[in-house]
């Protein structure tokens, strides 16, 4: 038997360019560490290679962001032509279920780890269900993950989360979407999973990738006792490690220095704006601007990279506050952020819901799905005209990653890294960050229904004979679109669900799930 994991991705940057730096997808090893290990399974992560057009696979999982579920909806018809059952899960499944259900052979609501292995018993017994609805997250019963599928396709093959969730609840964040919760495991078994992936991966790669770690957290210190403990675990190990943290949880006095005992040397925090306002409008209510500086030096004093991104909000930022950006990233010792997107709404979170709201239409018209990537503006400007935002976005984004930005950049940080004991980020500081910002596609609009298409949007080797009629290959290959001509949201887009209450509980409409089909049309 053979089985497929494919973490489905399109170039936001609208080039068909691939993304290998970090974080890598990480649902494959997984899945991998779900399923019988005397199975023949296959991890494709899409920002890192292309799959296979020519293989066979009896069983396919799927996984997509919302913004790339044009293309998901490609392979899975693609392969079901072929013979093989396809499951799809993620935030989009878990949201939207009754949308994705017509277009794969199974739909997962919630997380892997409490449905991956009933899908695989069904499955191998004839008896695969249209929706799943997992049981509530476990962090005891998570399995080490397959590391060794990741051999040669990640930087860091040792990549998995010691939580899952986020306590905090921005307006903008898909984890909010689905439902706010944060859930630990035990400090002993992230060490056994560390143990057991370097066993798995001595022979495939070489001992600096065994000595790192990437913990794909979203907010690894959402409970500051935990994240102590798990520091006190991770001291003996010796390895090399980074994660995402919230800036509330970094400013905890000793928490940096406890950090970098334990191998910390990359933390990614979600700085957003540099406009108080912005952070308000955002519900971003844990974030602290005044000690972004004195966070980052802190970092730096302890051999401690701090990497973030901004957004840009339409909703409240305008071109007295976006021409302040550079100058304002340069006091605050940041000098070159990981990226500058907009502030996007992804369908189905409470920013979403609340602009679909007010009694105007917030939205720019013709919006498609693959529009909501951060990376194409689809909200309209309040303070600004459409142009005149655009013109800003395209403005700062030229004038922050320059070379005398990098090099301001390498000053500040190299030195102080060195001196921290942080010699090895301070190498990684200057690799990375010499290649942030890109040369834009020549006909980006970065406008919703304008932009140049993404060109994994039309890639998917699927030929007319894999149709039955013009209507099936309109529903497989024609982009969705998520507002109007007039800019107002579609109702299908309206009925997303939340998947989790408090403590991680499933929904209502979770539970409702179980016993009622749900019913989607095409957008």
Wanted: proline fraction near 8%; charged fraction near 25%.
């Amino acid at each position: 038997m053979r089985v497929g994991v494919v973490s489905v991705y399109m170039d936001y940057r609208r080039k068909g360019q691939k993304a290998r730096g970090l974080p890598q997808p990480a649902i494959g090893p997984l899945i991998g560490g779900l399923l019988p290990h005397d199975i023949d399974i296959e991890v494709i992560n899409e920002t890192w290679e292309d799959p296979n057009w020519s293989r066979d696979y009896d069983l396919l999982f799927i996984s997509s962001l919302h913004s790339d579920f044009d293309r998901a909806r490609q392979i899975a018809h693609y392969w079901r032509r072929r013979g093989a059952k396809t499951v799809f899960g993620g935030t989009m499944a878990s949201t939207y279920p009754g949308l994705c259900q017509p277009f794969f052979d199974a739909v997962v609501v919630g997380d892997p780890e409490g449905s991956v292995r009933k899908v695989f018993d069904d499955f191998c017994r004839g008896e695969l269900k249209p929706l799943y609805v997992s049981v509530p997250y476990d962090g005891r019963q998570v399995p080490v993950p397959r590391f060794d599928l990741l051999a040669g396709k990640h930087v860091i093959p040792l990549s998995f989360e010691a939580t899952r969730g986020c306590p905090f609840s921005c307006e903008f964040c898909a984890l909010t979407g689905i439902g706010t919760r944060f859930h630990t495991r035990p400090p002993e078994m992230v060490v056994r999973d560390i143990q057991e992936g370097q066993r798995m991966l001595r022979d495939l790669v070489p001992w600096p990738q065994r000595r790192a770690v990437a913990f794909l957290d979203n907010s690894i210190g959402g409970n500051p006792a935990y994240l102590s403990k798990l520091c006190d675990a991770l001291a003996p190990l010796r390895i090399r490690w980074g994660s995402a943290i919230t800036v509330d949880a970094l400013a905890l006095p000793g928490i940096v220095e406890q950090l970098a005992r334990s191998g910390c040397r990359v933390v990614v925090v979600g700085l957003e704006s540099f406009n108080p306002e912005a952070i308000l409008d955002m519900r971003k209510f844990h974030n602290a601007l005044d000690h972004t500086r004195s966070l980052i030096d802190r970092c730096r004093r302890n051999g401690i990279l701090l990497d973030s991104g901004l957004m840009i909000s339409p909703t409240v930022d305008d071109w007295s506050y976006i021409r302040t950006i550079p100058q304002r990233l340069q006091e605050a010792g940041l000098h070159v952020p990981a990226y500058i997107s907009f502030e996007g709404p992804i369908p189905g979170t409470p920013y979403f819901k609340r602009l679909a709201a007010e009694p105007e239409p917030a939205f720019l018209p013709n919006a498609y799905l693959r529009d909501f990537s951060g990376y194409t503006l689809v909200v309209r400007p309040k303070r600004e005209s459409v142009e005149r935002f655009i013109e800003g976005y395209r403005w700062v984004v030229d004038s922050t990653y320059t070379k005398m930005a990098k090099l301001r950049k390498y000053v500040d940080d190299v030195p102080r890294l060195i001196s921290g004991g942080g010699w090895d980020v301070a190498l990684g500081d200057i690799v990375s960050h010499w290649r942030a910002g890109h040369v834009p596609h020549p006909d980006r609009t970065y406008l919703a229904g304008t932009d140049v298409p993404p060109p994994e949007a039309t890639s998917v080797p699927l030929t007319q004979d894999d149709f039955e009629s013009e209507a099936e290959r309109s529903a497989i290959l024609d982009p969705w679109r998520v507002t109007d001509s007039e800019g107002q949201v579609l109702p299908v887009w309206l009925d997303s669900i939340k998947v989790f209450e408090g403590k991680g509980r499933l929904s209502a409409q979770a539970r409702d799930l179980i016993a009622t089909p749900v019913s989607g049309g095409v957008a």
